[in-house]
Nanobody
C-alpha cells in the first residue's frame, strides 16, 4: 500500500488547509488512521487519530482547531486545519495501520 499525502503549502496565521491522504488500494475499514507532524530535528508527534468506529483523539495543541476524518469508500484520510498558527509549521505525515505517507510541508507565516 502506498499513501499519498498532499494539500500542504504556505498559509497566513488564522488561515486553513485541508490535507488529504489517499491510499493506493482499498484499506480495510477496521484500522486506525492518524496524522503526525515533525519539527526539524525532532521526533514525529501524534496530531490526531481516528478509529474504525469514528472515535477521534487530538493533541491538546490542536483541539478545537483541527478535525480528522476518513472516507473508507475513497480510501482517503483527511485533516482539516483551521485557525492555523506559526507553531503549526511542520511536515505532516499520514499513517494508516503500519503504512506511512511521504509527508507534506505546512508553513504558517505572514
Amino acid at each position: 500500500v502506498q499513501l499519498q499525502a498532499s494539500g500542504g503549502g504556505l498559509v497566513q496565521p488564522g488561515g486553513s488547509l485541508r490535507l488529504p491522504c489517499a491510499a493506493s488500494e482499498r484499506i480495510f475499514s477496521n484500522v486506525v488512521m492518524a496524522w503526525y507532524r515533525q519539527y526539524p530535528g525532532k521526533l514525529r508527534d501524534l496530531v490526531a487519530a481516528i478509529t474504525s468506529g469514528g472515535s477521534t483523539d487530538y493533541a491538546d495543541s490542536v483541539k478545537g482547531r483541527f478535525t480528522i476524518s476518513r472516507d473508507n469508500t475513497k480510501n482517503t484520510l483527511y485533516l482539516q486545519m483551521n485557525s492555523l498558527k506559526p507553531e503549526d509549521t511542520a511536515i505532516y505525515y499520514c499513517k494508516i495501520s503500519s503504512w506511512w505517507g511521504q509527508g507534506t510541508q505546512v508553513t504558517v507565516s505572514s
